[in-house]
């Protein structure tokens, strides 16, 4: 139960007096101002932000039920003033996000070992090398690529051996476009981009457990900084009349707090899976896949009201360009950090 506040027998705002009867009243009738002293230790107001943060009551647990059973069912209601019986979008998200990041701190660690980083050696990781000394012994003949999606769709993309990767490694950064050239890539502002990306990541001076915290901390601040962007994406894809920032804002949250449960359940399923069975796990992992996609299709459709064609041409148009975008934000993150 919330912890009971001290009680006025006046109102400080408006004069109002309480009856003996009404003294414990919690706002005033006459103004609506809160009844309770303000004038307590500094402890006492941290006590009440983390109270209010952290207290969970029946309102949290339907929320729940129908973010996770009810596709957009919950922003719908939101936005339609539908209100009493949630918890606050932002609130539900930290609390999500607090069980995510308990997930994620507990096994981020053991990601390596679970075969997330399965292109390195069990050898290479238990003798402690770093990144770039595990490129340095690799075979020449190994083959890599050097655009993501969706970049590697529209622009040249061709394999590239660890041998020609040790030259690029060599290579000075502002004569990137060079080696591109050289090797049959596009020369614009993207592949360099990248090139400049890939020369960093064969050149890392970090083990791989400091690499799975790097990109694990990466993670966290993308689910964040995702949200507003996935909003402005929404707000123009899925633009109509009175439709709000504030609208596609709330959808971003509750979306995001529907993937942060879906991605802690993930890395469960990595870390049970993988020591089980490597099929298992790539079955399990599309199946996730096709349930986010799912659960994305029928929340859109019911958050904004278009027809079901339409739904899906925005759906795909949408995460089209929030792939675009995280990718961007994601290596150009990745690019300052670490060594």
């Not at 919950?74 to 996000?97: E, H, V």
């Not at 990781?125 to 490129?135: A, P, R, V």
């Not at 090797?183 to 457990?209: E, W």
């Amino acid at each position: 139960m919330p912890r009971k506040k001290l009680k006025q027998h006046s109102c400080a705002n408006c004069g109002f007096e309480f009856s003996a009867n009404r003294e414990h009243t919690n706002f005033c009738p006459n103004c609506g101002q809160e009844n309770h002293n303000p004038r307590f230790p500094l402890i006492h107001y941290g006590y009440e932000l983390l109270e209010g943060l952290l207290h969970f009551d029946t309102k949290f647990l339907y929320s729940l039920k129908v973010l996770l059973l009810q596709p957009g069912q919950i922003t719908y209601d939101y936005i339609n003033n539908i209100r009493g019986r949630y918890t606050p979008p932002f609130k539900l998200f930290i609390f999500i996000s607090i069980f995510a990041l308990i997930v994620i701190g507990i096994f981020e660690k053991k990601l390596a070992e679970s075969g997330y980083f399965g292109a390195y050696s069990k050898e290479a990781i238990e003798k402690n090398l770093t990144i770039g000394e595990m490129f340095d012994q690799s075979a020449d003949s190994t083959e890599d690529q050097i655009l993501v999606a969706p970049f590697s769709w529209i622009m040249s993309n061709p394999k590239t051996t660890n041998l020609e990767l040790r030259e690029l490694k060599r290579t000075a950064s502002d004569s990137v476009g060079f080696w591109l050239e050289k090797y049959g890539f596009d020369n614009n502002l993207f592949s360099r981009f990248f090139a400049l990306h890939k020369k960093l990541r064969i050149s890392r001076q970090m083990t791989v457990p400091e690499v799975t915290l790097m990109v694990s901390g990466i993670f966290k601040w993308l689910f964040l900084i995702m949200i507003p962007v996935n909003a402005f994406t929404l707000l123009a894809i899925f633009y109509r009349k009175k439709l709000l920032y504030y609208d596609t804002l709330i959808y971003s949250i509750h979306f995001t707090s529907f993937f942060l449960i879906l991605y802690s359940t993930l890395l469960l399923t990595i870390m049970w899976l993988s020591k089980v069975s490597v099929i298992l796990l790539i079955v399990m992992m599309c199946i996730y896949l096709i349930l986010l996609f799912v659960y994305l299709l029928f929340s859109l459709k019911k958050v904004f009201a278009f027809t079901w064609i339409g739904t899906v041409t925005r759906m795909l148009i949408s995460c089209l360009i929030t792939i675009t975008v995280f990718q961007l934000i994601h290596y150009t993150i990745s690019l300052y950090s670490g060594r």
